[in-house]
């Protein structure tokens, strides 16, 4: 069974910085690319950033480029987002999602339950 | 590319027939899903490059559509197809990718 436990979540104040992680298990991590997804309280899905297999191949919103770097350890089935420079808007929940076999770009045939930041003064 | 979904809000009864759309910006080939998301839920994969249906997805699912133009129908409703319903475009993957703002089917 395919389970996907984020964590590093928290309230932060604007402009510090926050590092989300996933442990990934159930499946053969370094097989697919990986995403993460947020959504603010009421809202709809945001993609925020995914990249392949072997990080050959890397995406942003761009409401994140620049602030936001994504990373993966193959070794550790683990999956990082880097928050920097966090403002008010990037308060919401935030998905790691597994990508669908050979579709790197169809973000989640597989969720975790998510992790929730809240970045207020 | 943008995508926009129709209608927001959809108020049908159980056994209808649901039909929801999802335009895009410019287009995306067939390089479309659909996802479901209940209250409280991840969302959930329901069909993918556009007419494909996911791993354990019931037959009343379907998607079709190509281009900027898509349509996921749901043939009869069940009660546990309420939901928000959400497209995801990923032409041009790893450049941005996009969902739509989300329909939601209701109970009427």
């Known amino acids: 069974e395919v389970q996907l436990v984020e964590s590093g979540g928290g309230l932060v104040q604007p402009g510090t910085s926050l590092r989300l992680s996933c442990v990934a298990s159930?499946?053969?991590?370094?097989?697919?690319?990986m995403h993460w997804v947020r959504q603010a309280p009421g809202k709809g899905l945001e993609w925020v950033s995914g990249?392949?297999?072997?990080?050959?191949?890397?995406g942003y919103a761009a409401s994140v480029k620049g602030r936001f770097t994504i990373s993966r350890d193959n070794t550790k089935n683990s999956l990082f987002l880097q928050m920097n420079s966090l403002r008010p808007e990037d308060t919401a929940l935030y998905y790691c999602?597994?990508?669908?076999?050979?579709?790197?770009?169809?973000?989640?045939?597989?969720w975790g339950q998510g992790t929730l930041v809240t970045v207020s003064s | 590319i943008v995508l926009t979904q129709s209608p927001a809000t959809l108020s049908l009864s159980p056994g209808e027939r649901a039909t929801l759309s999802c335009r895009a910006s410019?287009?995306?080939?067939?390089?479309l899903a659909w996802y479901q998301q209940k209250p409280g839920q991840a969302p959930r994969l329901l069909i993918y490059?556009?007419?494909n249906r996911a791993t354990g997805i019931p037959a009343r699912f379907s998607g079709s559509g190509s281009g900027t133009d898509f349509t996921l129908t749901i043939s009869s409703l069940e009660p546990e197809d309420f939901a928000v319903y959400y497209c995801?475009?990923?032409?041009?993957?790893?450049?941005?990718?996009?969902f739509g703002g989300g329909t939601k089917v209701e109970i009427k």
């Open positions: 995801q475009q990923r032409r041009g993957w790893p450049s941005a990718l996009t």
């Open positions: 990249l392949n297999w072997n990080s050959g191949g890397i």
């Open positions: 159930g499946f053969t991590f370094d097989d697919f690319a």
């Open positions: 999602a597994k990508a669908a076999r050979y579709y790197a770009g169809v973000v989640g045939d597989s």
């Open positions: 410019q287009s995306v080939g067939g390089s």
């Open positions: 490059e556009a007419s």
